[in-house]
């Protein structure tokens, strides 16, 4: 390697901890992690809140809870990553180091983490929870942003992976 080149080093940005739910073997744990965590959460809230009729409201509205938590969390995940490939890329073009440290850097998983929880907001107030009163919706929605945000994008990838 010529002594004046500098070396560009692109980590692991592909592989942190948080973007293993793209592989396949994970799925198997994470989709029915999160239907189980999901299908606690939706109990604990109908009983705290005394919501009439649980077994009916399980029914309605478990599945359409699961997708949009599993599809708030992708659109979390896919922030990170294509944050991470903007600053890869300006790092090689301005010939700098990153911004970022590849997933353990507050400033790119707190955000994502707040994208995420907004979006599980808003897909369960204007979406799930549609039919329910007005004060039952909102809260039956900031449960499940608060509780069931992906606090998982929080744990650095340094602790899995040497850079």
Same mark, same amino acid.
């Given at each position: 390697? #010529?002594?004046?080149?500098?070396?560009?080093?692109?980590? #692991?940005?592909?592989?942190?901890?948080?973007?293993?739910?793209?592989?396949?073997?994970?799925?198997?744990?994470?989709?029915?992690? #999160?239907?189980?965590?999901?299908?606690?959460?939706?109990?604990?809230?109908?009983?705290?809140?005394?919501?009439?009729?649980?077994?009916?409201?399980?029914?309605?509205?478990?599945?359409?809870?699961?997708?949009?938590?599993?599809?708030?969390?992708?659109?979390?995940?896919?922030?990170?990553?294509?944050?991470?490939?903007?600053?890869?890329?300006?790092?090689?073009?301005?010939?700098?180091?990153?911004?970022?440290?590849?997933?353990?850097?507050?400033?790119?998983?707190?955000?994502?983490?707040?994208?995420?929880?907004?979006?599980?907001?808003?897909?369960?107030?204007?979406?799930?929870?549609?039919?329910?009163?007005?004060?039952?919706?909102?809260?039956?929605?900031?449960?499940?942003?608060?509780?069931?945000?992906?606090?998982?994008?929080?744990?650095?990838?340094?602790?899995?992976?040497?850079?």
């Amino acid at each position: 390697m #010529n002594p004046k080149q500098k070396e560009v080093r692109l980590y #692991n940005a592909l592989f942190p901890l948080w973007s293993l739910m793209f592989f396949p073997q994970v799925w198997l744990i994470v989709i029915p992690g #999160n239907f189980i965590i999901d299908s606690i959460v939706l109990i604990i809230s109908m009983a705290a809140l005394k919501v009439a009729d649980k077994k009916l409201c399980y029914k309605q509205h478990i599945w359409k809870i699961f997708g949009f938590g599993m599809l708030s969390d992708v659109i979390g995940s896919a922030y990170m990553i294509l944050v991470m490939v903007v600053d890869g890329v300006l790092a090689i073009i301005l010939d700098k180091t990153h911004l970022f440290r590849m997933g353990d850097e507050p400033l790119l998983t707190i955000p994502a983490l707040i994208i995420s929880a907004a979006l599980i907001f808003v897909f369960n107030y204007f979406i799930t929870f549609k039919k329910m009163d007005k004060p039952l919706r909102l809260k039956m929605s900031i449960i499940f942003a608060v509780v069931t945000a992906p606090y998982t994008f929080l744990i650095p990838s340094s602790w899995v992976y040497q850079y």
